[in-house]
């Protein structure tokens, strides 16, 4: 095989580390650079892979890692890792465990493994969301995939199950990137191999292609480069019982030739790559006289390396000498701003207060609006990772300067905000303190941009000014064989250097899958700086080049079965014949299940109808007070038996029968058309309106007994509460801090002492206490819906609207996604949305472990319509749908985690306990199907209360998960006069932990 060859098929760099590169600013001496570059290592606290799970007590532990076997192919800017990992269970049980790591900036996976009965099956692009329903549905049936997925911060989280009981499981990923190069055109390439487990296999080999032999700057062992019978260098390393802690960096020294290129054809189509290092260039900015100083003081804020970050302002403010600098603090909320004067460099009272600043809550982007302040550069210091509210700040034509200190980043939205304002991105994590202080100082080297025949050649990326550290990589696609491109490079729109390249499809051809897929990579980051506006293209490109983005994951399945049920082509050929046959088979069976679901649907609703026009008679002795406080037996009312009454159309026609009228529900059986009143739901008296099938507005008589709702104060009996109880007053939010450091890892810290504040009237605190919740895991949809339902009680109803759609977005598979953001918009008076969203709750087929979830849907939806009169489209509703049926009780019980049982009790006045087993009541109270494998909800219903109390209990039966978790949140909403227009709400939240707990949660009286 060719060097070429050999040289593009590493191209693909997977792989655990992160880049080191210079820029075209070299420090004074090679000891000097080694010295800084050891520090920064040592510094930058990147670990490799750990799958973690979680205890008993819901804390997180490592799983013991037995063997790794790692594999690194370079060329030139261009690498390709793979690692192979064996994780050992010493547990008695099985595991589901979560295998959690960043990547740095540019780095993309482009393969993932898991051993399946012995051989490693290969992962297969899918949509995210498919890959989500997939991976549970077939880790309930106890099968064996693996799922992983591009969370927030370029990091990527794979879910392993099952890890056998005192066994072993096995995971192979791969990552590419492109290496940036020196001045001189020499690369940097880090792997960290920081382990902390003795290894019982370790091995490690390297190969480079290239023209001189590669310099270790260190290694996990003592071994040099050989050279290989095709030319390549060679870095072999074997042990047993041996603990591999440091890392393996290299320095690649560049090719002969400044700039090389390669072409690549796949199906049809050729792509190209050009490798480039234009001389260096710099220029000296003019150095600003007011900055606005932008530091994130959020609860990631603690992840950050901010002694690196003080030392680049050290350095920026002695080379300004004299400015005003205005410090703008930020998490959940803007604090109020301070200023601050720097003269003759000295920055000291800036510098302690910065030192001094507390890390809370979470980080809202969107708060920021910086046409609000006047400045000459804006210096933002922060992740780029908004987890709460709004999640784009507002740009100005002022430049903002980004600088990122931490592993977990959003590179592509920091490089966006910069770009769009003329600004720089400085990612400390990549660069040392003298190439950081230099970037911040001069004006940034770019590649300004591509001239080419458009007739030759298309698609050409980076297509937008690019930051350039030494070398940089320019792909294509080239529709010829042969053409010529001219590659600009300088700063802002002047030109200082401009390099041709040839193009030639005859000589420069390789035969690989990688630079179609490097030409995808370059494409997609540059799409995903505007994420929303482009993920439908990105999802597409994730796809066709299999690549791991936001919105595709890679899927390891264990048997032929679930690739055919879900219809996804294998990655192995010996399993896509199985699979083409299986397939065809299947689309000859395959038959439409919409019409069959609606069917499902409307009868469920029409036995919902039966239930409410039923009138019940209790057949034993039960005793109620009326509304004059006497004594009376209850017993059915005859005049009420048959009563029947006509709907009306806005026409005054009679439409079809409305539902037999229970007893007590219609006195007076007026019929108002929708077009009759331009009154949305309200009391007139004493009646209440509601909607039934054709859109009418109709009156139902109140119940006349008074009613009320009382809670069970929730007693957390947390040491942390007790805490804070004891403080002096004014000293309880440093109190918190303080307890934060031992118990922030627990949500329900967060929640009991937001809860604490927002008894004490202090919402803000608490708001910004209840925010931490979001920075806790990135994108943990469980954690998420518990914060936006608190948001709810506490009354940001906006924010928890935002939270809501940040979970449909990643659980779009899941109803309760649906629900919970209707349920939120319709309390924000968002109607139309409101129902929108909650219609396709009714509408769409779900998973079976949410059985008749649109029936409780439906109920919802139809109190949004009555809520709503005359303010909805509704053309595109099946009528048939639209059905109201007020009652007295409502009680909705939801919960967080995933295959777990809870039980909703309801006992009436006469002590009769409606559950599971139990559903239906004598006095007409009416429990929905039990949930045992999804997040609820259940519902309790009853239309018509008699005097007494009713008591709301709920019931830890059991949970299914495979991983260990800790306790489990529920919320619960309790209802009077529901959908008449006197409704009454109230929400709790707890947390259950123990299978069996029972806990009283409030009660209803009517007197």
Same mark, same amino acid.
């Given at each position: 095989?060719?060097? #070429? %060859? ?58 013991? #890692? ?64 498919? /890959? ?83 310099? =270790? ?128 460099? $000295? ?76 600004? $720089? ?35 050409? @990326? ?9 070398? +940089? ?27 041709? =390249? ?21 494409? +997609? ?14 999802? !597409? ?96 009312? *005859?005049?009420? !038996? ?38 949305? %739901? ?64 627990? *949500? /329900? ?11 004490? $009237? ?20 469980? %954690? ?12 940001? =109803? ?10 449909? !977005? ?7 996604? @649906? ?105 007409? /109270? ?23 109390? @009713? ?55 009517? !007197?």
């Amino acid at each position: 095989m060719s060097s #070429i %060859l050999w040289s593009v098929v590493s191209t693909v760099i997977v792989g655990i580390f992160t880049q080191l590169p210079h820029t075209a600013l070299q420090l004074d001496t090679p000891q000097k650079v080694d010295t800084t570059r050891n520090n920064l290592i040592r510094k930058s606290n990147i670990h490799p892979p750990v799958i973690i799970f979680k205890d008993d007590k819901g804390l997180s532990i490592p799983l013991h #890692i037995d063997e790794v076997s790692v594999s690194v192919k370079v060329i030139a800017t261009m690498a390709l890792t793979t690692m192979e990992i064996t994780f050992r269970n010493d547990q008695n049980r099985i595991l589901e465990g979560e295998l959690n790591f960043p990547l740095g900036e540019g780095q993309f996976i482009t393969r993932f493994a898991m051993d399946v009965n012995g051989t490693l099956r290969e992962g297969v692009v899918v949509e995210k969301a498919k /890959g989500r329903v997939i991976f549970e549905e077939t880790v309930r049936k106890n099968i064996d995939p693996g799922l992983l997925e591009l969370t927030r911060g370029n990091s990527f989280k794979t879910r392993v199950y099952p890890i056998p009981a005192k066994g072993i499981k096995k995971i192979l990923i791969a990552y590419q990137q492109e290496l940036v190069g020196d001045s001189e055109g020499d690369s940097k390439y880090l792997l960290p191999l920081d382990f902390k487990d003795t290894l019982s296999k370790f091995s490690l080999t390297a190969e480079v292609y290239s023209t001189f032999k590669p310099i =270790i700057i260190s290694s996990p062992s003592t071994g040099n480069f050989e050279t290989e019978n095709d030319g390549s260098f060679a870095l072999r390393i074997n042990h047993s019982n041996y603990r591999a802690g440091q890392a393996l960096e290299l320095t690649i020294p560049k090719f002969t030739a400044k700039s090389t290129a390669y072409i690549e054809t796949l199906d049809n189509q050729k792509y190209f790559t050009i490798t480039a290092t234009p001389p260096p260039f710099t220029s000296s900015k003019q150095l600003p006289k007011r900055i606005c100083l932008l530091w994130d003081a959020s609860g990631s804020g603690t992840n950050r390396d901010k002694e690196r970050e003080l030392i680049l302002l050290d350095t920026y403010f002695k080379k300004i000498g004299n400015c005003s600098v205005q410090l703008v603090t930020f998490s959940n909320e803007i604090d109020k701003p301070e200023y601050f004067v720097i003269s003759n460099g $000295n920055w000291n009272s800036l510098k302690t207060k910065l030192s001094s600043i507390v890390y809370d809550g979470g980080t809202q982007y969107g708060t920021l609006n910086l046409k609000n302040y006047t400045c000459d550069e804006f210096l933002l210091f922060s992740d780029g990772i908004s987890t709460f509210g709004k999640s784009e700040l507002q740009t100005s034509t002022t430049p903002i300067i980004s600088i990122n200190s931490s592993q977990h980043a959003e590179h592509s939205y920091l490089q966006y905000i910069t770009r769009q304002t003329g600004g $720089n991105y400085i990612d400390l994590t990549t660069l040392d303190n003298q190439q950081a202080a230099s970037r911040i100082q001069e004006l940034t080297y770019s590649f300004l941009s591509a001239v080419y025949d458009v007739n030759s050649i298309e698609d050409v @990326y980076p297509s937008i000014s690019t930051p350039v550290n030494g070398t +940089i990589m320019i792909c294509g696609k080239l529709q010829a064989d042969k053409s010529e491109i001219i590659l600009n490079f300088g700063f802002g729109k002047t030109i200082k250097h401009t390099e041709k =390249i040839r193009l030639d499809a005859n000589s420069q051809s390789v035969k690989t899958t990688m630079l179609p897929r490097l030409w995808a990579q370059k494409k +997609i980051a540059e799409l995903d700086m505007r994420y929303k506006t482009n993920k439908n293209a990105i999802t !597409e490109l994730g796809k066709q080049f299999s690549i791991v983005t936001r919105n595709t994951s890679l899927l390891v399945l264990d048997r032929i079965e679930d690739y055919v049920v879900h219809q996804i082509i294998p990655y192995e050929d010996s399993l896509k014949q199985l699979y083409n046959t299986r397939i065809s088979d299947l689309n000859k069976k395959q038959t439409i299940e919409d019409t069959s679901h609606t069917t499902m649907v409307l009868n469920l609703f029409k036995q919902r109808k039966e239930w409410w026009n039923k009138t019940f008679e209790p057949i034993k002795k039960f005793k109620s007070k009326d509304s004059s406080g006497l004594i009376r037996r209850l017993t059915r009312n *005859p005049s009420f !038996e048959d009563e029947q009454s006509t709907v009306i159309n806005s026409n005054g026609e009679n439409e079809f029968p409305a539902p037999r009228i229970a007893e007590g529900a219609v006195s007076n059986s007026r019929i108002l058309s929708v077009t009759e009143t331009n009154q949305r %739901l309200e009391v007139a008296n004493g009646r209440g309106m509601y909607v039934n099938e054709s859109g009418i507005a109709k009156i139902q008589e109140a119940n006349p007994l008074s009613a009320s709702i009382t809670l069970k104060k929730w007693d957390a009996n947390t040491p942390y509460i007790q805490e804070l109880q004891k403080a002096s007053a004014g000293d309880e939010y440093s109190v918190y801090l303080e307890l934060k450091k031992e118990y922030g890892t627990n *949500p /329900g810290f967060f929640m009991d002492c937001a809860d604490f504040f927002s008894e004490r $009237n202090n919402k803000t605190l608490a708001l910004r206490i209840l925010s931490n919740i979001a920075e806790m895991e990135l994108e943990n949809h469980q %954690l998420l819906r518990v914060l936006a339902h608190r948001l709810e009680q506490l009354g940001y =109803i906006s924010l928890a609207i935002d939270v809501f759609r940040d979970v449909l !977005e990643m659980r779009e598979e899941e109803p309760q996604s @649906y629900r919970d953001l209707s349920l939120a918009l319709a309390e924000n008076k968002q109607y139309q949305e409101a129902a929108d969203t909650l219609y396709k709750v009714i509408t769409k087929k779900w998973d079976a472990r949410f059985p008749e979830v649109e029936l409780i849907a439906l109920n919802e939806w139809n109190n949004i319509l009555t809520k709503a009169i005359n303010k909805l489209n509704t053309t595109r509703y099946d009528k048939r749908f639209i059905f109201a049926m007020p009652v007295d009780v409502r009680v909705v019980l939801n919960w967080d985690a995933d295959n777990c049982d809870m039980d909703l009790w309801v006992f009436d006045p006469s002590n009769e306990k409606c559950f599971y087993s139990h559903p239906n009541t004598e006095i007409g /109270g009416h429990l929905s199907r039990d949930m045992t494998g999804g997040y609820g909800p259940e519902e309790f219903i009853l239309k018509k209360a008699l005097a007494g109390k @009713y008591q709301v209990k709920v019931q830890y039966y059991g949970s299914q998960q495979q991983k260990i978790a800790g306790a489990t949140t529920i919320q619960l909403e309790l209802y009077t006069r529901y959908m008449t227009g006197r409704e009454e709400k109230k929400t709790i939240t707890l947390r259950l932990k123990n299978p069996k707990e029972l806990i009283d949660v409030g009660e209803f009286t009517f !007197e």
